[in-house]
């Protein structure tokens, strides 16, 4: 081997080196974002556990202290509020029929009292 061959050689292992250094940054770059990604997905899977046994607890208190009998009562509650609010209006009703019959008789009154 001539002193060009070994250059040529030396100057591929060189070029083949650089690359596979190139390469193994690259890796390493994408390895310590799979870690940082894998631990952020960790750290939301405990949150959504914690919240998750915080909302059974939760509904466990709430039964515990009459929940359905609660709802019960408030769906009582806006049946009776439904029933007060149709009440009224059908009492407005009545009240603006009664001030036209009045403001009529009004009326035909003055027509009598002016003939």
């Known amino acids: ?3 060009d061959d070994e ?7 060189r070029q083949a080196y650089a690359e596979a250094a190139a390469t193994k940054k690259a890796a390493e770059q994408d390895l310590e974002a799979a870690r940082y990604e894998r631990g952020q ?4 899977l405990r949150e959504i556990q914690t919240l998750e046994a915080s909302i059974a607890k ?3 208190a709430l039964k515990q202290a009459g929940e359905p009998a609660f709802l019960a009562r408030m769906a009582a509650a806006d049946k009776a509020l439904a029933d007060a609010k149709k009440l009224m209006a059908d ?3 009545e009240k603006h029929a009664a001030a036209i019959s009045l403001n009529q008789i009004n009326e035909r009154e003055k027509r009598e009292q002016a003939a």
């Open 1 to 3: 081997m001539t002193g």
């Open 7 to 13: 250059s040529l050689e030396l100057k591929l292992a």
């Open 41 to 44: 997905a960790d750290r939301s």
């Open 58 to 60: 939760r509904e466990q």
């Open 91 to 93: 009492y407005d009703k």
